[in-house]
C-alpha cells in the first residue's frame, strides 16, 4: 500500500486509470473522493446546472430579441426614409444619445447579432426587408469606422474619445 504523501505526489502513477472519473462540465480527469462524485469542482458542478440563457431554451430571451430586433428594423426604416443628404446628422444623433447612456440604444447599435446578419437566413433583419439595406448597427458601424476610426461598440460605450477634430460630419 502507498503513502498518503507519495499518493499526492503522483496520483496518475500511482492510481489504476480506471479509479479516474471525466468532469461533464469541463472534462478533466479527477480522483473521487466519493462513489457519488460526478465533478472535479464544486464550480464545475454550479455551472453545469445553470440554464442556458438563448432564444432556444429561454422564452423570456426569445421575446427580448424580437423586441430588439423589431426596434433594429422599424430603425433602420426611418433611416432610409430619409434623404441621403440627412443620413449622416440623423446617425450622428443616434450615436451622440447611445454616448450619453440610451442603455437600449447602446443595446441595437452594438448588438453582433445585428452587426453579422446572415444575408440570406435572416432577411428579416436587414431594412426593408432586402440585404441591400444594411441593419441600423451595420450603418452605425460604418459610421464609426469613418468619423472614429473604430468598432460602434467602444464608440457608444465611450471606450474611444472624441474625434481629434471635433467633427463627426464630412
Given amino acids: 500500500m502507498l503513502d498518503v504523501v507519495e499518493w ?5 502513477l500511482t492510481c489504476n486509470e ?17 462513489k457519488n462524485m460526478k ?7 454550479k455551472t453545469f446546472s ?4 438563448n432564444s432556444l431554451n429561454s422564452p423570456t430571451k426569445a421575446r427580448k430579441n424580437m423586441e430588439l430586433f423589431e426596434l433594429n ?12 443628404e440627412q443620413r449622416l446628422g440623423h446617425m450622428q444623433g443616434l450615436i451622440s444619445q447611445a454616448r450619453e447612456g440610451n442603455t437600449k ?29 444594411c441593419t441600423i448597427a451595420q450603418a452605425a458601424q ?5 468619423f472614429w476610426k473604430a468598432n ?18 464630412l
Fill in 8 to 12: 499526492y505526489a503522483d496520483p496518475i
Fill in 18 to 34: 480506471n479509479e479516474f472519473a471525466t468532469c461533464p462540465n469541463c472534462g478533466s480527469l479527477f480522483k473521487p473522493r466519493r
Fill in 39 to 45: 465533478f472535479c469542482q464544486s464550480n464545475c458542478r
Fill in 50 to 53: 445553470k440554464p442556458t440563457q
Fill in 73 to 84: 428594423r422599424r430603425m433602420a426604416d426611418f433611416l432610409y426614409s430619409l434623404p441621403p
Fill in 105 to 133: 440604444l447602446r443595446e441595437v447599435l452594438s448588438n453582433w447579432k445585428l452587426r453579422h446578419p446572415h444575408p440570406e437566413d435572416e432577411k428579416y433583419l436587414f431594412a426593408r426587408g432586402s440585404r441591400q439595406y
Fill in 142 to 146: 460604418h459610421y464609426c469606422k469613418r
Fill in 152 to 169: 460602434v461598440s467602444d464608440v457608444v460605450y465611450c471606450r474611444v474619445p472624441d474625434p481629434p477634430t471635433g467633427e463627426c460630419e
